[in-house]
């Protein structure tokens, strides 16, 4: 296999985070592909810099942000044409597409002759929270740019479900034979059950072993919809005080504060521990001293990681995150329906056996199908693909 020059570029990059763009460099690189990772910085000075784990990282400098996309400054622009002309990039890969970064790459990509792949940020998590105006504009000025000139210039689209991949085609009117489906993964060897951690993290929450925990971990904002959970949970915890919640994260603090009163307003305070952030090393000690995986809302990387570390599952039942319960692993409940997220929290909670099982189940599917090692094989197909299309 010819060794390729692979650009990953993202907007915001924390190797600590451990997102997509950190495992998908990783693993390319020890498959001898040259990796940069293009992303910004507050400097103002451009920075090159080689990772620990070998692929380089290029931050370039910004004017100003704008719901999370950079404007880069000329010095940036500059900075990268240059890189491009000296390194010769076969493949660029936008995390997201439509970002002003692709749109210089599909200006520049005949120039240098090198091929475009990404994903595209979706509307989807209209579904689970309102946007503002500024937001709503500027989905609508990209849903153009998008349909009527990204897509067109880019090689392949990524989609993590063939669901998902619908709604994107519809969206932006992009034929379905421009994605590839390809799922998130995790680190199997960082995220597996651990007994010593179960006992030891139990022991420092106050918890025994004969109480059951749900838990939860992420973003805490209105998408999450943790306060469907909790409203689920509600009931069955005044009924039975092994039941525990356990939320780690952080995120928005007035949506933080009307979950804390509704917790308080039903009685259930001591039964509900907010832990905050840790870095993802140390999530998998808490999920080993964790029974039960939820995301009622917009999830993320962490459901898949969890299912590493053999939890069961229980997630919101949209296009996008079903695959992490296709092995028998979990349950999937209507969007915002308590009643029916409540019955499949009993299953669970009561029936300790089908949780081994379906956490062995979360377990298997990692190891075969969701890990960053055959996901990264996947990418690599796609690439090659990508440099075949004329």
């Given at each position: ?112 002759n090198f091929k475009i792949v990404g994903s595209i940020v979706t509307q989807l998590n209209l579904v689970f929270s309102s946007w503002g105006l500024g937001e709503k504009i500027l989905f609508a000025f990209s849903k153009i740019i998008i349909s009527h000139y ?6 392949i689209i990524f989609a993590k479900t063939s669901g998902l991949a619908k709604i994107i085609s519809r969206s932006y009117n992009i034929p379905q034979g421009k994605f590839r489906i390809i799922p998130l993964g995790a680190d199997p060897e960082l995220f597996k ?43 069955i915890i005044k009924r039975d005080r092994r039941v525990k919640l356990l939320i780690i994260g952080r995120g928005d603090a007035e949506y933080i504060e009307l979950l804390k009163k509704l917790i308080s307003d039903e009685n259930i305070a001591e039964n509900v ?118």
């Amino acid at each position: 296999m010819a060794t390729m020059k692979i650009m990953i570029v993202v907007e915001q990059f924390d190797p600590n985070k451990g997102y997509l763009e950190y495992y998908l460099a990783k693993e390319l690189i020890k498959l001898n592909h040259k990796v940069y990772i293009l992303t910004f910085n507050r400097k103002k000075e451009c920075s090159r810099e080689i990772s620990g784990e070998g692929f380089e990282v290029i931050r370039i400098p910004y004017i100003l942000s704008i719901y999370s996309y950079h404007l880069p400054t000329l010095r940036g622009v500059k900075y990268l044409f240059n890189l491009l002309r000296v390194e010769r990039i076969d493949i660029i890969h936008c995390q997201p597409l439509g970002s002003i970064l692709s749109l210089f790459f599909i200006v520049t990509k005949n120039l240098f002759n090198f091929k475009i792949v990404g994903s595209i940020v979706t509307q989807l998590n209209l579904v689970f929270s309102s946007w503002g105006l500024g937001e709503k504009i500027l989905f609508a000025f990209s849903k153009i740019i998008i349909s009527h000139y990204v897509a067109k210039n880019t090689e392949i689209i990524f989609a993590k479900t063939s669901g998902l991949a619908k709604i994107i085609s519809r969206s932006y009117n992009i034929p379905q034979g421009k994605f590839r489906i390809i799922p998130l993964g995790a680190d199997p060897e960082l995220f597996k059950f651990n007994s010593e951690a179960r006992a030891s993290i139990r022991k420092k929450l106050g918890m025994s072993e004969d109480d059951v925990i749900i838990v939860y971990s992420g973003k805490i904002d209105s998408s999450k919809r943790l306060h469907i959970l909790i409203e689920a949970l509600s009931s069955i915890i005044k009924r039975d005080r092994r039941v525990k919640l356990l939320i780690i994260g952080r995120g928005d603090a007035e949506y933080i504060e009307l979950l804390k009163k509704l917790i308080s307003d039903e009685n259930i305070a001591e039964n509900v521990i907010f832990h905050p952030w840790v870095d993802r090393t140390m999530l998998n000690s808490l999920y080993s001293a964790s029974d039960i995986g939820v995301w009622p809302g917009l999830s993320s990387i962490s459901i898949v990681e969890a299912a590493s570390s053999s939890l069961p599952l229980i997630i919101a039942r949209y296009p996008v995150e079903i695959y992490a319960v296709e092995n028998g692993n979990g349950f999937t409940f209507k969007i915002d329906d308590v009643n029916e997220l409540r019955k499949c929290l009993e299953i669970l909670i009561y029936d300790e056996k089908l949780r081994r099982e379906m956490g062995y189940k979360s377990r298997k599917l990692v190891e075969e199908k969701l890990n960053w090692k055959t996901i990264t094989l996947k990418y690599l197909e796609a690439y090659m693909d990508a440099r075949k299309v004329s």
